[in-house]
């Protein structure tokens, strides 16, 4: 009987975002095999703060540079080839989006106006932290 993976591997990444015409929108891209859509996020590099590490993730998937909260939004767990993550979750600003970056192959990116983003994540855990991102916006959107 085989002894079950209790190890937990911590990861970051952040909820970039942007306000586009007033409206607040937030960058979601896809998993490597181009399945589902989530937040850029990845193993914390050794030397780097989770936050910084998160920003790393961001301009490596996304290819988006900007300003990342150091407080963390929240975080949730997954599991994925029976190992168990937990991810650290932050906000980055984005100042800048490159058409040239690590990933650009890799992955599909996407803006999405808040709703547009909560209906696509399928991840309940990553929807949660989300919402309440946008209740402490002033471009609250209301998920009536």
């Known amino acids: 009987m085989g002894q079950k993976n209790k190890k937990v591997l911590t990861q970051s990444g952040v909820l970039p975002y942007r306000i586009d015409n007033g409206k607040l929108e937030v960058l979601l891209v896809t ?10 996020k990845g193993g914390i590099c050794k030397g780097m703060s989770p936050p910084i590490s998160a920003a ?8 988006v ?4 909260n150091t ?43 808040a709703r547009e983003a909560v209906r696509v994540i399928k991840r309940n855990s990553l929807k949660r932290i989300l919402k ?4 402490t916006q002033p471009y609250y959107c209301d998920f009536r």
């Open 31 to 40: 998993t490597s095999n181009r399945k589902n859509w989530l937040i850029p």
């Open 56 to 63: 790393k993730e961001a301009w490596e998937e996304a290819g």
């Open 65 to 68: 540079v900007g300003q990342v």
């Open 132 to 135: 309440q991102f946008l209740k």
């Open 71 to 113: 407080n963390v939004l929240g975080s949730y767990r997954y599991r994925k080839r029976g190992k168990n993550h937990k991810v650290k979750l932050y906000t980055l600003f984005v100042e800048q989006v490159s058409d040239n970056y690590p990933e650009v192959t890799q992955r599909k990116r996407q803006w999405l106006d």
